[in-house]
Nanobody, 125 residues
Framework: QVQLVESGGGLVQPGGSLRLSCETSKFVLDYYNIGWFRQAPGKGREGISCITARDSTTSYFSSMKDRVTMSRDMAKMTVYLEMNGLKPEDTAVYYC??????????????????WGQGTQVTVSS
């Protein structure tokens, strides 16, 4: 069964850092791109970054792109999103998702077919 499980969210002060994790299977990481998205209250889902299955190429899309780093650990079957310099406007539910291809990952949510349950990130003093 294809599954994604996010963790690592929480409450952080402005300027702080968090590392989100997306745990999945070796099969998923071998064959499918993974994307990170977020959805703030009252807003649509926004693409943050993605990583390709074939060669671990990362792409960054959002206003966060200078403050995030995406990576994957094949041994731990986990994809990470390291976030720095967090701002109150970064408050959102963060999701990882599977794109049914292994190159040229996409920034748009309609290309992603399987989603995790999300992890809440709240940036507040």
């Amino acid at each position: 069964q294809v599954q994604l499980v996010e963790s690592g969210g929480g409450l952080v002060q402005p300027g702080g850092s968090l590392r989100l994790s997306c745990e999945t299977s070796k099969f998923v990481l071998d064959y499918y791109n993974i994307g990170w998205f977020r959805q703030a209250p009252g807003k649509g889902r926004e693409g943050i970054s993605c990583i390709t299955a074939r060669d671990s190429t990362t792409s960054y899309f959002s206003s966060m792109k200078d403050r995030v780093t995406m990576s994957r650990d094949m041994a731990k079957m986990t994809v990470y999103l390291e976030m720095n310099g967090l701002k109150p406007e970064d408050t959102a539910v963060y999701y990882c998702a599977i794109e049914n291809k292994n190159l040229d990952c996409s920034s748009t949510e309609d290309q992603y077919t399987v989603w995790g349950q999300g992890t809440q990130v709240t940036v507040s003093s």
